[in-house]
């Protein structure tokens, strides 16, 4: 099997994260494994932000240059993309007419710019992978593709070669809630690359009233939130969850 790892995010922790995907991948050495990723970066010493109901340690958020020399020697990448957080922002004010700006209550207001830089990572290494299978023109094809965070704290618990390649497999950490963990994410090629252009089609699913309603029939809200977006970017395509199983482990 070859499997590509699509990493995003801040590389907070990232020696912890480092040393469990590791230990997974030596569990399958019949399985060849590519890394992307696309990585925030900021100016020397200054600390990353970070979800406020997160107790992080505070010398983990702080960022050096270093770190990216190391993350390239650590996982050699087939592409990688990183970008100055300080440089890139989000006006929130362009959802506020939504449903899911209307939905995203307390705490989770104060998030939602955080939340915007997650899905913008997310759909930055999803175009590094679906460019590089452009590249390739068919020559090279995923059997998996896992999405995960540079500080992934427990890897999911399975054997890859067991799996159905047609699939998609998520963490059980809030099972029996439909919401998608983000932490660790295992689908096929064809729906890592449909499914996780979420920042690029945000207006597609932040006042779609047809999500929003199914979500509320499974205990759901549509709001500005990683796990939610996640999920009715799933929906938007495939209308109900068909085909997700849950693993132990994928969490932070």
Known sequence: MRIAVALYGQPRDYMKGYNNIMAFINKHNDCTFDFFYH???????????????????????????????????????????????????????????????????????????????????????????????TKMDNSVK????????????????????????????????????????????????????EWFNIYDALNDILDNKDIADYMSTLNECLQINPEELVFAKYLFHYKIPVNIHYFNGGNL
């Not at 340690?57 to 990688?80: A, G, M």
């Not at 099972?175 to 963990?181: A, D, V």
């Open 39 to 133: 990585c925030w970066s900021l100016n020397e010493n200054q600390s990353y932000k970070h979800s406020p109901w997160r107790d992080i340690n505070k010398d983990s958020l702080i960022f050096r240059e270093e770190i990216l020399t190391h993350l390239q020697e650590l996982y050699n990448p087939i592409s990688c993309e990183i970008q100055n957080q300080n440089l890139i922002t989000f006006d929130e004010s362009l959802y506020k007419d939504t449903i899911a700006f209307n939905n995203t209550k307390g705490i989770r207001i104060s998030n939602i710019n955080n939340t915007l830089f997650q899905m913008y990572s997310q759909n930055k290494v999803r175009n590094l992978v679906d460019a590089y299978l």
């Open 142 to 193: 995923y059997d998996f593709v896992i999405l995960t965070r540079y500080d992934v704290g427990v890897m999911p618990d399975i054997d890859l070669t067991a799996m159905d390649t047609s699939d998609t497999y998520v963490s059980d950490i809030v099972f029996p809630r439909k919401i998608i963990p983000q932490a660790c994410i295992i689908t096929s090629m064809k729906m890592f690359v």
